[in-house]
């Protein structure tokens, strides 16, 4: 396991490795981490996983860098962060499934 005290409170995840795309952010990956505050995703990324960053409770800023590739949000994915209320308290928006939203253009 990952000790979360040698996380950082902003996360950029990389849109490369080794000259290969990052795609997907996978099931649990940042799962019950209370010191994420703000993660940056790349444009490449398609797929977030299943309970990625469920109970990440200090979680309170996502940003897309460039136009966002997102075709899926695992169910889950940011229950019980701090942008669960903030995104499905947006006027306009509808409640998904798994209770979070996002908009994109």
């Given amino acids: 396991g990952q ?17 290969c795309s ?3 952010i996978l099931c649990n990956a ?12 790349p444009s490449s990324i398609k797929h977030i996983g299943e309970n990625c960053f469920l109970n990440a409770s ?4 996502l940003s897309f860098i ?6 899926s949000i695992g169910q889950k994915a940011f229950y ?3 942008l669960q209320t903030r995104i499905n308290r ?4 509808k409640r998904s ?9």
Avoid: P
């Fill in 97 to 105: 499934e798994n209770g979070f939203c996002l908009s994109f253009g």
């Fill in 3 to 19: 000790d979360n005290d040698a996380v950082d409170s902003s996360i950029i995840i990389l849109g490369t490795v080794e000259n």
């Fill in 90 to 93: 947006r006027s306009g928006q």
């Fill in 58 to 61: 200090s979680l309170i800023g």
């Fill in 80 to 82: 019980q962060t701090g």
């Fill in 30 to 41: 940042f799962y019950n981490n209370i010191r994420i505050k703000n993660i940056t995703i």
């Fill in 66 to 71: 460039g136009d966002s590739q997102l075709i």
């Fill in 22 to 24: 990052v795609v997907e």
